[in-house]
């Protein structure tokens, strides 16, 4: 059974940062490129970031602000997602995904995770 599972969300100040964690087990890890998706609260779901398999290759939503570093650990089967400078619009499910090309497209995920919150709040 292929399973991804989120980790490291939760409640931070703006300005914080968090690093989100993705661990897949179940599924040749390096054979996907791997993306992370979030869905803020009564809102559609919104690509945040991909990754090559090889993780030679990133891309980032363009109205991310440079504050969101994706990379990945192959060795341990883990995707990161680094948020920085965090902002109360950031507050939203976020979700990993596995495809086997790195896509911003959620119809071509293979695989996707729960999903861990985080919420940025005073």
């Known amino acids: 059974e292929v399973q991804l599972v989120e980790s490291g969300g939760g409640l931070v100040q703006p300005g914080g940062s968090l690093r989100l964690s993705c661990v897949g087990s179940?599924?040749?890890?390096?054979?996907?490129?791997m993306s992370w998706v979030r869905q803020a609260p009564g809102k559609g779901l919104e690509w945040v970031s991909a990754i090559s398999w090889d993780g030679g290759d990133t891309y980032y939503a363009p109205n991310m602000g440079g504050r969101f570093t994706i990379s990945r650990d192959n060795a341990k089967n883990t995707l990161y997602l680094q948020i920085d400078e965090l902002k109360p619009e950031d507050t939203a499910v976020y979700y990993c995904?596995?495809?086997?090309?790195?896509?911003?497209?959620?119809?071509?995920?293979?695989?996707w995770g729960q999903g861990t919150q985080v919420t940025v709040s005073s």
């Open positions: 995904a596995a495809s086997w090309v790195e896509s911003m497209y959620e119809n071509e995920y293979d695989y």
């Open positions: 179940g599924v040749t890890f390096d054979e996907y490129a």
